[in-house]
Protein backbone atom coordinates (compact mmCIF):
# COMPACT_ATOMS: atom_id res chain seq x y z
CA UNK A 1 0.00 0.00 0.00
CA UNK A 2 1.11 3.52 -0.14
CA UNK A 3 0.53 6.46 -2.66
CA UNK A 4 2.76 9.36 -3.43
CA UNK A 5 1.17 12.39 -5.59
CA UNK A 6 3.54 15.36 -6.85
CA UNK A 7 3.19 18.66 -7.90
CA UNK A 8 1.78 19.96 -11.28
CA UNK A 9 4.22 20.94 -14.21
CA UNK A 10 6.49 23.98 -13.83
CA UNK A 11 7.57 26.22 -16.57
CA UNK A 12 11.10 28.05 -15.21
CA UNK A 13 13.57 30.39 -16.24
CA UNK A 14 17.26 29.69 -16.57
CA UNK A 15 19.23 30.57 -13.16
CA UNK A 16 15.81 30.36 -11.13
CA UNK A 17 14.88 27.63 -8.58
CA UNK A 18 12.38 24.90 -8.52
CA UNK A 19 10.36 22.97 -5.92
CA UNK A 20 8.53 20.14 -6.45
CA UNK A 21 6.40 18.65 -3.45
CA UNK A 22 5.36 14.89 -2.93
CA UNK A 23 2.34 14.24 -0.48
CA UNK A 24 2.68 10.53 1.06
CA UNK A 25 -0.11 9.11 2.04
CA UNK A 26 -1.42 4.94 3.09
CA UNK A 27 1.61 4.28 4.76
CA UNK A 28 3.64 5.51 8.12
CA UNK A 29 5.49 8.52 6.58
CA UNK A 30 8.67 8.43 8.68
CA UNK A 31 9.10 4.83 8.31
CA UNK A 32 10.43 5.57 5.03
CA UNK A 33 12.56 7.26 2.96
CA UNK A 34 11.61 9.07 0.13
CA UNK A 35 13.96 9.09 -3.45
CA UNK A 36 14.52 11.55 -6.33
CA UNK A 37 14.70 10.61 -9.68
CA UNK A 38 14.78 12.27 -12.89
CA UNK A 39 14.57 11.18 -16.60
CA UNK A 40 15.50 13.53 -19.26
CA UNK A 41 13.15 13.82 -22.70
CA UNK A 42 13.85 10.32 -24.24
CA UNK A 43 16.87 9.14 -21.84
CA UNK A 44 17.04 6.50 -19.08
CA UNK A 45 16.12 7.33 -15.02
CA UNK A 46 19.11 8.89 -12.94
CA UNK A 47 18.78 8.77 -9.48
CA UNK A 48 19.32 12.33 -7.26
CA UNK A 49 19.40 11.78 -3.68
CA UNK A 50 17.56 10.16 -0.75
CA UNK A 51 16.39 11.41 2.70
CA UNK A 52 15.10 9.74 5.30
CA UNK A 53 11.46 10.64 6.62
CA UNK A 54 12.55 9.34 10.60
CA UNK A 55 15.40 12.12 10.95
CA UNK A 56 15.79 14.12 7.57
CA UNK A 57 18.92 12.16 6.67
CA UNK A 58 20.45 12.77 2.98
CA UNK A 59 22.35 11.39 0.90
CA UNK A 60 22.54 13.32 -2.75
CA UNK A 61 24.12 12.26 -5.82
CA UNK A 62 27.95 14.34 -6.88
CA UNK A 63 25.74 15.23 -10.03
CA UNK A 64 23.53 17.39 -7.82
CA UNK A 65 25.72 18.51 -5.05
CA UNK A 66 25.42 22.13 -4.24
CA UNK A 67 22.41 22.70 -6.15
CA UNK A 68 19.55 20.31 -5.08
CA UNK A 69 17.83 20.20 -1.06
CA UNK A 70 15.72 17.98 -0.12
CA UNK A 71 13.43 18.24 2.93
CA UNK A 72 10.07 16.72 4.46
CA UNK A 73 7.20 17.97 6.72
CA UNK A 74 5.95 15.14 9.14
CA UNK A 75 2.91 16.90 9.81
CA UNK A 76 1.90 16.86 6.28
CA UNK A 77 3.80 13.56 5.43
CA UNK A 78 5.07 15.56 2.38
CA UNK A 79 8.81 15.44 0.89
CA UNK A 80 10.06 18.04 -1.31
CA UNK A 81 12.99 18.68 -3.85
CA UNK A 82 14.73 22.20 -4.66
CA UNK A 83 16.79 22.43 -7.42
CA UNK A 84 18.57 25.77 -7.90
CA UNK A 85 20.70 27.59 -10.53
CA UNK A 86 18.56 25.58 -13.23
CA UNK A 87 19.64 25.19 -16.54
CA UNK A 88 18.19 23.58 -20.26
CA UNK A 89 19.62 20.38 -19.31
CA UNK A 90 17.47 20.34 -16.43
CA UNK A 91 14.58 19.49 -18.37
CA UNK A 92 12.66 16.61 -17.07
CA UNK A 93 10.44 14.56 -15.54
CA UNK A 94 10.83 14.47 -11.50
CA UNK A 95 9.68 11.41 -10.12
CA UNK A 96 9.61 10.77 -6.26
CA UNK A 97 9.78 7.15 -5.10
CA UNK A 98 9.38 5.52 -1.73
CA UNK A 99 12.29 3.21 0.13
CA UNK A 100 15.83 2.64 -1.21
CA UNK A 101 14.11 -0.62 -2.60
CA UNK A 102 11.77 2.55 -4.79
CA UNK A 103 8.80 0.43 -4.30
CA UNK A 104 5.87 2.89 -4.71
CA UNK A 105 6.37 5.89 -7.12
CA UNK A 106 4.63 9.15 -7.39
CA UNK A 107 3.11 9.96 -11.08
CA UNK A 108 5.82 12.46 -12.28
CA UNK A 109 6.22 16.09 -12.50
CA UNK A 110 7.70 17.91 -15.53
CA UNK A 111 10.14 20.80 -15.45
CA UNK A 112 10.94 23.25 -18.47
CA UNK A 113 13.56 25.53 -18.16
CA UNK A 114 13.33 28.03 -21.11
CA UNK A 115 13.75 31.19 -21.94
CA UNK B 1 30.07 3.77 -7.42
CA UNK B 2 28.42 0.65 -8.73
CA UNK B 3 27.86 0.54 -12.37
CA UNK B 4 25.09 -1.06 -13.81
CA UNK B 5 25.74 -2.78 -17.05
CA UNK B 6 22.01 -3.45 -18.78
CA UNK B 7 21.55 -5.70 -21.88
CA UNK B 8 20.36 -5.32 -24.67
CA UNK B 9 19.79 -1.86 -25.20
CA UNK B 10 16.52 -2.74 -27.06
CA UNK B 11 15.42 -5.98 -28.40
CA UNK B 12 12.54 -6.62 -31.09
CA UNK B 13 10.28 -9.82 -30.23
CA UNK B 14 6.95 -11.07 -30.93
CA UNK B 15 3.88 -12.15 -28.70
CA UNK B 16 4.55 -15.48 -27.14
CA UNK B 17 8.51 -15.26 -27.24
CA UNK B 18 10.87 -15.74 -24.37
CA UNK B 19 12.62 -12.44 -23.60
CA UNK B 20 15.91 -12.26 -21.22
CA UNK B 21 17.28 -9.01 -20.03
CA UNK B 22 20.71 -8.66 -17.85
CA UNK B 23 22.23 -6.28 -15.77
CA UNK B 24 25.83 -6.90 -14.82
CA UNK B 25 27.02 -5.07 -11.54
CA UNK B 26 30.48 -3.91 -11.54
CA UNK B 27 30.83 -5.02 -7.86
CA UNK B 28 28.98 -7.17 -5.33
CA UNK B 29 25.33 -6.44 -4.71
CA UNK B 30 24.33 -9.44 -2.95
CA UNK B 31 20.63 -9.50 -3.55
CA UNK B 32 19.77 -5.68 -3.24
CA UNK B 33 17.76 -5.67 -7.23
CA UNK B 34 14.45 -4.69 -8.69
CA UNK B 35 13.18 -4.62 -12.01
CA UNK B 36 11.10 -2.10 -13.38
CA UNK B 37 8.91 -1.25 -16.16
CA UNK B 38 7.80 1.65 -17.97
CA UNK B 39 5.29 2.60 -20.29
CA UNK B 40 5.93 5.71 -22.38
CA UNK B 41 4.35 8.84 -20.08
CA UNK B 42 4.16 6.80 -17.28
CA UNK B 43 5.87 6.69 -14.04
CA UNK B 44 7.92 3.22 -13.63
CA UNK B 45 6.33 0.41 -11.95
CA UNK B 46 8.60 -2.10 -9.62
CA UNK B 47 7.92 -5.97 -11.44
CA UNK B 48 10.85 -7.97 -9.15
CA UNK B 49 12.27 -6.82 -6.07
CA UNK B 50 15.17 -8.48 -3.95
CA UNK B 51 15.92 -10.05 -7.25
CA UNK B 52 13.74 -12.92 -7.47
CA UNK B 53 10.60 -11.48 -5.94
CA UNK B 54 7.66 -11.01 -7.54
CA UNK B 55 5.80 -7.66 -6.84
CA UNK B 56 1.97 -8.48 -5.52
CA UNK B 57 -0.05 -8.26 -8.73
CA UNK B 58 2.73 -8.71 -11.48
CA UNK B 59 2.01 -11.69 -13.72
CA UNK B 60 4.01 -14.87 -13.09
CA UNK B 61 5.47 -14.71 -16.53
CA UNK B 62 7.86 -12.47 -14.91
CA UNK B 63 11.13 -13.88 -13.41
CA UNK B 64 14.02 -12.51 -11.91
CA UNK B 65 16.97 -14.22 -10.96
CA UNK B 66 20.93 -14.01 -10.15
CA UNK B 67 23.06 -13.00 -7.39
CA UNK B 68 26.23 -11.20 -6.30
CA UNK B 69 27.24 -9.00 -10.20
CA UNK B 70 24.59 -11.26 -12.52
CA UNK B 71 21.02 -10.49 -12.77
CA UNK B 72 18.54 -11.49 -15.33
CA UNK B 73 14.46 -10.60 -15.99
CA UNK B 74 12.78 -13.01 -18.13
CA UNK B 75 9.55 -12.78 -19.81
CA UNK B 76 8.24 -16.62 -20.26
CA UNK B 77 5.66 -15.78 -23.06
CA UNK B 78 5.20 -12.20 -24.23
CA UNK B 79 2.43 -10.51 -24.29
CA UNK B 80 1.11 -7.11 -25.85
CA UNK B 81 1.17 -5.32 -22.74
CA UNK B 82 4.70 -6.31 -22.28
CA UNK B 83 5.85 -3.66 -24.74
CA UNK B 84 7.68 -0.92 -22.29
CA UNK B 85 11.50 -0.40 -21.43
CA UNK B 86 12.60 -2.17 -18.76
CA UNK B 87 15.31 -0.68 -15.86
CA UNK B 88 17.13 -2.79 -13.31
CA UNK B 89 18.01 -0.74 -9.65
CA UNK B 90 20.50 -1.31 -7.25
CA UNK B 91 19.72 -0.30 -4.22
CA UNK B 92 22.79 -2.03 -2.03
CA UNK B 93 24.98 1.01 -2.13
CA UNK B 94 24.65 5.31 -2.28
CA UNK B 95 24.84 6.20 -5.23
CA UNK B 96 22.12 4.41 -6.10
CA UNK B 97 22.02 3.21 -9.60
CA UNK B 98 19.67 2.02 -12.85
CA UNK B 99 20.85 0.41 -15.37
CA UNK B 100 20.70 1.92 -18.96
CA UNK B 101 16.96 0.48 -19.49
CA UNK B 102 16.15 -2.26 -22.63
CA UNK B 103 13.24 -1.29 -25.19
CA UNK B 104 11.38 -4.15 -25.74
CA UNK B 105 9.64 -3.56 -29.31
CA UNK B 106 7.04 -5.51 -31.39
CA UNK B 107 8.90 -7.16 -34.03
Not at chain 2, 21 to 36: E, F, K, P
Request: aromatic share 10%; charged share 15%; hydrophobic share 30%.
Amino acid sequence: QGQLVQSGAEVMQPGASVKVSCKASGYTFTSYGINWVRQAPGQGLEWMGWISAYNGYTNYAQNFQGRVTMTTDTSTTTAFMELRSLRSDDTAVYYCARDVSMDVWGQGTTVTVSS
Amino acid sequence: DIQMTQSPSSLSASVGDRVTITCRASQGIRNDLGWYQQKPGKAPKRLIYATSSLQSGVPSRFRGSGSGTEFTLTISSLQPEDFATYYCLQHNTFPLTFGGGTKVEIK
